[in-house]
Structures are given as structure tokens and as C-alpha cells.
């Protein structure tokens, strides 16, 4: 498959690699929407999903080594049955349920949680920053991973709720798009969406995986909280957008 691709396809592909590293390790995954839509310009839907699995798979590997136990423990404990459960929610309703309401619902409630930041920091959803809301959250981010490749605008309303130190919010999140995408293996390899060719053109681009996750530790320490939390919930608007459009 790589001797068939022409320079502008690797490269393209390059630059997927370390943006995604650099979104892993330095704004806790929020890069991700420029993957798959990148992607698309040079590969089929089910090769680029089939691609970015594991692409995400090493930089998750990456992260979780740069930011080894710097995760909430406490909050994982809360999160990860609830992805666990959305995972499964969204197994069953693979293929049966329709999904624009479901973009276009989280794609809201995204860009009203990162305008309500944006354009007024002293305003807070305490209730988004508690446990029931974080199993609530976390079982719709598994549910829309698995329905939507988005599992992350429900997560990231969560932890940027908690008003968590940058490396902690990073280093939690990597620990529950790890499991994710680990949870992913199994049904993108049953439905033929990955196979051997994706996975040995994946591994060629290792080092930039590497680069990307060195880029993103280096961007993160060299950023404010505020400045880091900005970026975030700039991000987060531009994914709940993208949703918006896509259910249109």
C-alpha cells in the first residue's frame, strides 16, 4: 500500500501523524478533528478510519508513558464504566440508530459550554463537574466514539469543568481515549476496517509519533493555565461546530 501512495499522500499523512501526536500529549486529544477530515483527501472513509486506529493506539502509548500516574485516579474510577457502558450502548445501537440528532445535540451542547467560557470565564456548571455527571458524560463520549468517531466533546465538558492542573487533565484524558480505542480493536477488525496493510503503514510512521508527542509535551509546558484552558475550549467550539455541520 505505501509503494502505491505518491508525496503528497505521505506527507499528508505525516502531518496527521504529528498533529495527533502533538494533540495526545499537549491539549488532551481536542487536535483530533483535523485528523479524519485531512485524511479523507487522500484515503477512502473506511481506510482513514481504519488508519487513525493505530495511529491513536501509539500516540495514546506515548502519552500515557509522558504522563505516567499524573492522572486523577478518583475521577478515572468515575469515568471509565461510564465509557464502558456507552461502548456497549453504542455496539447495539451500531447500524440501527440514526445519528444526526445525536451530532447535532452534542455539537450543541459543545458550543454552548465553550462559548459560556469563552465570553464569560466566571460562569460555571457545577453540576458538570460532579460525579453523577461524570458518569453521565463519560457514557455519552463512549456512546458517540463508538457512533460517531467524537467520543471527545462529552469528556472534555467534564474535565474542563473540574478546572484540573493541564498535565492532570491530560494525562486523565489519555488514559480514557487509551481505553477506548483499545475497546475499538476488536469491532474495526470483525467489520474490516483495519487490517494488516493499515496496521504496517501505521508503524512506518512511528518515529512522527514520537515527534508529535515530544511537540505537544513541549507546547503544554510552555503554555499558561489560562492561556492552556483558552486553547481547549477554543477547541472544543470549533468540534461542536463540526458536528453541527455534519448533522445539517
Known amino acids: 500500500m505505501l509503494m502505491d501512495m505518491d508525496p503528497f499522500s505521505l506527507g499528508l499523512i505525516a502531518l496527521v501523524v504529528v498533529l495527533t501526536g502533538i494533540s495526545k500529549s499537549g491539549f488532551a486529544g481536542a487536535l483530533g478533528i483535523f485528523s479524519v477530515p485531512l485524511l479523507l483527501l487522500v484515503l477512502s472513509p473506511q481506510q482513514a478510519l481504519g488508519l487513525m486506529l493505530p495511529l491513536l493506539l501509539l500516540a495514546d502509548m506515548f502519552s500515557l508513558k509522558s504522563y505516567w500516574r499524573q492522572w486523577d485516579s478518583a475521577r478515572l474510577r468515575v469515568l471509565l464504566p461510564g465509557v464502558a457502558i456507552g461502548l456497549l450502548l453504542g455496539s447495539l445501537l451500531l447500524g440501527h440508530l440514526p445519528t444526526l440528532w445525536l451530532q447535532g445535540l452534542i455539537g450543541s451542547l459543545s458550543c454552548l459550554f465553550a462559548l459560556r467560557y469563552l465570553l464569560g470565564r466566571h460562569l460555571r456548571g457545577a453540576w458538570l463537574a460532579s460525579r453523577p455527571a461524570g458518569l453521565v458524560l463519560a457514557s455519552a463520549s463512549g456512546l458517540s466514539s463508538t457512533l460517531l468517531h467524537a467520543g471527545g466533546p462529552p469528556l472534555m ?19 480514557v481515549y487509551a481505553g477506548m480505542n483499545v ?33 505537544g509535551l513541549w507546547l503544554r509546558t510552555r503554555l499558561n493555565h489560562r492561556v492552556f484552558m483558552g486553547i481547549l475550549h477554543g477547541l472544543l467550539l470549533l468540534m461542536g461546530i463540526k458536528l453541527i455541520w455534519q448533522a445539517i
Do not use: C, E, Q
Open 157 to 175: 465538558m467534564h474535565l474542563l469543568s473540574l478546572i484540573l492542573p493541564s498535565a492532570t487533565l491530560v494525562a486523565t484524558s489519555a488514559v
Open 183 to 215: 475497546a475499538k480493536l476488536l469491532p474495526f477488525v470483525y467489520y474490516g476496517v483495519l487490517d494488516w496493510h493499515l496496521v504496517g503503514l501505521a508503524l512506518v510512521f512511528f518515529p512522527l509519533t514520537w515527534l508529535g508527542n515530544r511537540l
